[in-house]
C-alpha cells in the first residue's frame, strides 16, 4: 500500500482518478501496487514530487498466524498535561536516563494527565500527542480485552489531579529481553551524545522478528525507533492478545505482524 500526500492544488486530478481524498489542507489517499491505476499514480508522484510512504497492510489471518504482533499508531488526540515547555515530561518520567539530543531514555513513573478525554469509539484504542509507544483506551475495553490477559493499566488523569472514570492507559512495563532480528544493512543513527543507536521506521514486508522467544502479553522492544528528537520503542503484544483485540473489534491501531521465527528460505 502506498500512502501518497501532496498539494490540495492536485486534488482535482486524485478524483479524477476515482481516489478519495480524506483530507482538507493537503490530498492524502491510498492506492494498493496492485491498482490497475498504480502506474499513473506514480508517474504523478513522481511529476509532483510527492510523498509516498509505502506499507504492507495484512489481513486478519495473516495477523493471527503470527506469534507476535507490533502495534502501530493511527488515532491521535488531546496534548499531555501541562504541556508548556514539555512540563508534563517532569512529572510523568523519571528523566535521569533522558537524552535530550535524540529523545531515548525516558520511563514513565506517574500517570498522565490530559486536558480533555479523546471524543474516540468504546473500542478505540489510540495514542494522546507526543507519545508514539503509549496507548490509551476506555476502562471498560481494557478490562473486557486487556485484563483479562494479564495487561495492567495506569489510570489518566485531568488536568485536576482527578482520575477520568472511563479511561486509561496500557500499563507496559516490560522490555523484551529478546532482541528484534533486525537486518544489518537496516538504516540507523547512533547519538554522539548517549551513543543510543536509532533505527528509521521501516513500513514494507513483516515487522522484523525476535531472536529469542517472548511470552509477556506487552512488552516494549529493547531498540530505539525515530529520528531527529524524537525516540520511541516498538510496542509488541503476544497472539492471544490481537486475537482478542480482532474479536472485540479493536481499531485506532494498525496490525503488524513479526516475521514468523523460523522461516524456509526458497
Ligand atoms: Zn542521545
Redesign the pocket.
Known sequence: MHVISTSKDNRPAVEALGFEVKTEIFTLFEVAEDDERWPEVARLVKEWKAQDIQRTDFAHEEVLAAEHVCLVQEAKASFPQPKNNFEYRRIVYDLSGY?Q??G?GMRQIAPFRVDRRPRWGPSVLGQIHWTDDEFFCAKKLWGRVFEPLGVGCWPVFRKQDIALADFVQLRIEQTSASPLRIPENAPASR?P??R?VKLQPWRRGHFPPFAEPVSAPVVRSREWFGSGYAAFKAVIVAREVAAAMLEHGVYGVRYWPLRPMLRVIT
Do not use: G, Y
Open positions: 537524552c539530543a535524540c531515548a547519538c551524545h548517549c543510543a
